[in-house]
């Protein structure tokens, strides 16, 4: 996806292993009645191209737009996104990731100014942005360094740190818990294109490069401070890696833009890649509900590129894929 973007803008133990056994296949059983119950999760409005998606605990689920600078939520059970957080809230821009903290009542929202893809007369820089996750009120605007760049994808660590990827000039910004501006926390080469971000039990920041194909951890030094890059050997190549979530201590969930849904495992230097599904069309991000994992479906080239603008893009939908978390 961001490779348009630049082209357009230039940018329980009794019963022991009975009982296991029984929960393994009763867990699957589940995780199929999930995905067919609500098999996936369209958007309820035309053109509204959504780019991130995020989840909370009990189902709600969250979509950006790039086409329309909105916010979009399914309520639990419900197979329809319907706009929530209106064009402009807060001085929203241009809408890519979206992140649910659950823990500070928040939803982060990244809000860019992308030249040839914002609209002109936006008044404010790119930011990264607060919002009530209840009611969808604005509550605060953390701007980027010089209100520029292009502000990506968001991850919060444990103790409320929130990480923001930078896909222009290759950067991981932080907001320290209780801090009043962004700083950058990390750059450097093994960081250009930065897209999907998480962080796994280790406490190292993990993101991806959108057209580096790179997979790169960011140990956190005890300090807070960031660590030397390290780019992590996979067991095949990536093709455009874009939305990431952690789902377990060494695990996350990837949204490949070749047109895959990922698990991603980290074993020291090595992420083991398993594809979950295939044949996706331009998949940009996904979020785990359950034993489902969502897979956004965001068919971004009906926006970005001018020779197919004007054509019908059909259904814009997160598919929902069962799967069960490790732990």
Known sequence: MISRLFRAGNISAVRGARIA??????????????????????????RGFPESMTSTANGTVFFGSISKGM??????????????????????????????????????????????????????????????????????????????????????APDGTIYATETGEGQILRLKKGASALEVWASGPLLASADGIAL???????????????????????????????????????????????????TMLMAEGEGRLDEVTVQGNKATIRVLKDGLQGPTAVALVGGTAFVLEAKLNYFMDPKMKGQDPGPLRALAVPYRAPK
């Not at 009763?26 to 958007?43: K, S």
């Not at 807060?90 to 903290?101: I, W």
């Not at 190292?204 to 030094?221: C, D, E, H, M, Q």
């Open 200 to 250: 796994l039990a280790d406490g190292s920041v993990y993101i991806n490069g959108f057209t580096s194909n790179l997979f790169v951890r960011v140990p956190v030094k005890a300090d807070g401070s960031a660590g030397p890059a390290e780019k992590l050997d996979t067991s095949r190549p990536l093709k455009s890696p874009d939305g990431l979530r952690s789902v377990g201590p060494k």
């Open 21 to 46: 056994a029984l929960f393994a296949v009763g867990g699957l059983a589940v995780c199929a009645a999930l995905a067919a119950g609500r098999p996936q999760i369209a958007i309820d409005d035309t």
């Open 71 to 156: 916010v979009y939520r399914a309520a639990p059970g419900s197979a329809s996104a319907e706009p929530w957080i209106k064009p402009g809230t807060g001085g929203l821009n241009t809408v890519l990731g979206v992140f649910a903290d659950e823990k500070a009542r928040t939803l982060w929202v990244c809000s860019s100014v992308i030249p040839g893809v914002s609209k002109p007369d936006a008044k404010e820089g790119t930011a990264l942005k607060a919002f009530d996750i209840k009611t969808g009120a604005f509550k605060a605007s953390y701007a980027f360094p010089g209100g520029k760049g292009i502000c990506n994808d968001i991850a919060v």
